[in-house]
């Protein structure tokens, strides 16, 4: 039993992002493709993100909104994107992150990061908070382990983004 939970245990550690949801509204006044396409440049040029849901909505004023949303279920995937994310960003918002660790993140593990969706059309991973592309990584945290002190350790060995 002590080796499948010592093995349970290297595999949070190394690959601690359990789940991904990634969500975003598609206003009238936006083109959905354009959208599609912001939400696409944020996962890896090598990977095919996954299959997206979409449902209609209505506004508070009565507009149109479209939400789209997508999950990614395995690990390794889920880490890979996490991590993804964080080397494209710049060094001023990895260190944004890490400094804002604790209001990003809930009392059941989840790490929240919200991204421009101009700047992921065009290419760009960045932080924003309005109008974004909101992401939620339910983290698998050891046992004992402080979320936000693990997860700033993890952080902390990737690099510090690119300029």
């Known amino acids: 039993m002590s080796g ?9 550690i190394k690959r601690p992002v359990r789940y991904v949801e990634l969500t975003t509204l598609v206003h009238a006044t936006e083109d959905k493709e354009k959208v599609l396409i ?5 996962f890896p040029e090598s990977t095919n993100p996954p299959r997206i849901l979409e449902t209609k ?9 479209t939400s789209i949303r997508l ?11 996490l991590e993804h994310l964080i080397l494209k960003l710049n ?3 990895y260190l944004d992150i890490l ?4 209001q990003r ?17 065009q290419g760009v991973v960045s932080l924003e908070m309005h109008d974004s592309i909101r992401i939620k990584f339910r983290l698998e945290v050891p046992w004992g382990r ?6 700033t350790e993890y952080l902390s060995q990737l690099n510090t983004g690119s300029e």
């Open 146 to 151: 402080d979320p936000v002190e693990f997860i």
């Open 105 to 121: 993140m809930d009392d059941s593990k989840n790490l929240y990061l919200r991204f421009d969706k101009q700047k992921a059309f």
């Open 99 to 102: 400094d804002n660790l604790p």
């Open 4 to 12: 499948k939970l010592n093995s349970v245990m290297i595999m949070s």
């Open 91 to 93: 060094s001023i918002e």
């Open 57 to 65: 909505l209505t506004g508070f004023f009565g507009d149109d909104l």
């Open 71 to 81: 999950e990614i279920t395995k690990r390794k995937p889920a880490t890979e994107f």
């Open 38 to 42: 912001a939400v696409h440049n944020l």
